[in-house]
């Protein structure tokens, strides 16, 4: 059987340490989270990623800048085999336009293709504003685009408006051509808590026609901090044991052929093309007792509670045949069969 999902991109977490401790981290993370990957393993999963025809690479955590030396080296490996680069990170480091200046002018020179800022209520307790804005307008200096991730809560202090205010108090002036800002709701990884959310964020009936299927879940396999590899990037994730594909070991395995170990898995594949809200909807048509409507705003929140709840995965699991026919006639016979017979 070959793969009905390559990856086309590979995360990897060079460290679980983070300057901040942001409650509900996706990761776990904060100061005295010191879990790093041995640099071999990096070098040796980004010359698979090359061999597996990924195309990007993504530096995250964690707080990747912690390892600076370990995080330019594995951009620089990754720019000498063609891959592209992207960096994910809360911008603590830009304390100061110099220091701003002095990262960028050296990730720029490592060849970094991509650069995200992650900001927020949350972020801000541990990083000022004034040190994204400062990174921004280096970034931008340095010829990159810049992505702002903003934490998306009901009361939030800070938006994407407190962001453009502190860049205008640089004499920057934002536009689409520069920086792009994303909303993401802030999600807690209890599956049984409720974010503090505007109305109408979370999944309902009314709006599940617009969730959308798990676009990480095989495309983006994840080298975790402690060497393990994950099946996608999501929050939370380290959580899910499904999720986790085992530590990556160097014995010329491709991360095609890794992903490939959970293609027979019909949860996963539901998750992939129907997304966790709808995957969830479907099983409560069989079970009154699995209640789902307005509790999640993020994806990943509802994908932990279909790995947690024994209920839901009973349902998939024992109608497999009535979930698989779904998935049939979602994503074509066709590929299916396609996909089974390729040599
Ligand atoms: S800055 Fe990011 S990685 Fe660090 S604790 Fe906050 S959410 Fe986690
Ligand atoms: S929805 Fe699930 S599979 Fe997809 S990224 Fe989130 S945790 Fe991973």
Redesign the pocket.
């Given at each position: 059987m070959a793969n009905i999902h390559r990856p086309s991109t590979l995360s990897i977490m060079p460290t679980w340490q983070?300057n901040?401790?942001?409650s509900n981290?996706?990761?776990l993370?904060?100061p005295k989270n010191k879990v790093a990957l041995e640099p071999a393993l990096i070098t040796y999963a980004i010359d698979q990623a090359k061999r597996d025809n990924i195309a990007v690479v993504v530096f995250t955590?964690?707080?990747a800048t912690l390892k600076p030396s370990v995080l330019l080296d594995a951009i620089r490996q990754a720019t000498e085999l063609g891959i592209s680069t992207r960096l994910v990170t809360?911008a603590w480091w830009a304390k100061s336009n110099y220091a701003a200046t002095k990262m960028l002018a050296q990730l720029k020179s490592a060849g970094l293709k991509e650069i995200n800022f992650?900001t927020g209520d949350?972020?801000a307790k541990f990083i000022p504003v004034s040190c994204v804005a400062n990174a921004i307008v280096a970034s931008v200096e340095h010829g990159f685009h810049a992505y702002v991730m903003v934490e998306l809560v009901a009361t939030a202090s800070i938006t994407k408006e407190s962001v453009v205010h502190e860049l205008e108090k640089l004499n920057f002036h934002s536009d689409d051509k520069s920086v792009s800002f994303i909303e993401s709701p802030w999600t807690p990884l209890d599956p049984s808590a409720i974010g503090n959310y505007a109305d109408g964020v979370c999944a309902n009936k009314s709006n599940l026609p617009q969730r959308t299927g798990c676009d990480s879940i095989y495309s983006t396999p994840t080298l975790q901090a402690d060497g393990t590899l994950a099946i996608c990037c999501g929050i939370g994730m380290q959580k899910v044991k499904d999720l986790q594909l085992g530590q990556l070991a160097q014995d010329g395995t491709s991360l095609g052929e890794l992903c490939e170990s959970a293609e027979l898995d019909i949860v996963k594949l539901l998750i992939k093309h129907f997304g966790p809200e709808k995957t969830l909807a479907m099983t409560s048509d069989f079970r009154e007792d699995i209640v789902w409507e307005d509790m999640y705003a993020h994806k990943c929140q509802a994908c932990i509670r279909i790995f947690s709840d024994s209920n839901v995965l009973n349902e998939i699991r024992s109608r497999e045949s009535y979930f698989m026919a779904k998935l049939a006639a979602s994503m074509g016979i066709e590929r299916i069969l396609e996909a089974a017979f390729d040599e």
């Open positions: 983070c901040a401790s942001c981290c996706g990761t993370s904060h955590g964690g707080e809360n992650s949350e972020h």
